[in-house]
């Protein structure tokens, strides 16, 4: 199966580090008047815009952390919760992330803001009204395989040649990704950069190229493909509140495994000799 890297430094349990400070700070102002740690409902909807605000902000920040794969870093999962939280307040559109909370690598998939049936007349920030859901992948651990060799061209011949010849054909192949039901691709593709493979989905190639076929035998071009396979859990996830223990997760999946096809990973070779033949495909090349 090739080479098993484990990833052993994983999120465990439902707690993650140390939050930050909260991004609002209610109430509060200097000059004697009093912290109470609330808003009233014309205050709440301000606090509504500034959070808009705030998410501009982060995002804009946030564009210059991005490593390869689109992935967001962050010191904390708190922190990283509560700043996804901002920028799907400006975009609820934007329900998928790659992040990389102390060095380890989530995926966060359907994220759902939870806003209040009813926003109530004192806001306190232990409690707050900006409730969150999503799905949690981690992988537990990746390593590298070759595929089987399948033929890439249709079969040349020169049995009846006496002397070699010279062909140009066109030598193709599509390989595309599996997995188990409930993996997600789109994290297994970031988890692979962390061990230096750049997957897909599916890795198509096509190119012309020149063989020879010696006398009296037969010429087939075949491929094999490099593939990255992972084992990845996931799980359900909950946000109550801005402060450190405000999210709860359940228990991790069962291990659930995937295959990708990693870009450029495809070796072509030249077989000749009729007995190396497969006389029944032409792999999608010519």
């Known amino acids: ?56 902000t982060v995002s804009t920040q946030a564009k210059e952390l991005i490593y390869p794969g689109n992935v967001l870093t962050f010191d904390d999962m708190d922190t990283a919760i509560d700043t996804i939280t901002e920028m799907a307040v400006v975009d609820p559109a934007s329900k998928d992330f790659e992040l990389l909370v102390d060095s380890i690598l989530i995926g966060i998939k359907n994220f759902t803001l939870e806003y209040p049936e009813k926003l109530s007349r004192r806001w306190n920030r232990h409690n707050a009204p900006l409730g969150a859901s999503w799905t949690e992948y981690r992988t537990v651990q990746q390593g590298t395989w070759w595929a089987p060799w399948y033929p890439a061209s249709c079969v040349h011949q020169n049995e009846f040649g006496d002397t070699p010849i010279t062909i140009t054909l066109t030598q193709a192949m599509t390989y595309g990704a599996s997995w188990t039901r409930g993996f997600d691709i789109h994290h297994g593709v970031s988890a692979s950069m962390s061990i230096g493979y750049e997957t897909t989905e599916s890795n198509t190639r096509s190119e012309s190229q020149t063989y020879v076929v010696p006398a009296h035998s037969y010429g087939q071009v075949w491929q094999q493909q490099l593939m990255v396979w992972q084992d990845q859990q996931n799980r359900r996830c909950k946000k109550h509140h801005y402060q450190k223990g405000g999210i709860k997760c359940g228990d991790w999946s069962e291990s659930l495994r995937g295959d990708l096809p990693v870009k450029n990973g495809v070796s072509f070779g030249w077989s000749t000799g009729k007995d190396k033949m497969d006389f029944n495909s032409c792999g999608g090349g010519s």
Do not use: E, H
């Not at 999120?11 to 700070?25: D, F, H, I, L, Q």
């Not at 009233?40 to 606090?47: G, H, L």
């Open 1 to 56: 199966m090739g080479k098993i890297i484990d990833v052993s430094k994983l999120v465990s349990g439902a707690k993650y580090g140390t939050p930050r400070a909260n991004s609002v700070t209610a109430c509060g102002q200097n000059g004697g008047i009093t912290n109470r740690d609330c808003f009233s409902p014309v205050a709440i909807w301000a606090f509504f815009i500034l959070m808009a605000r705030v998410a501009v």
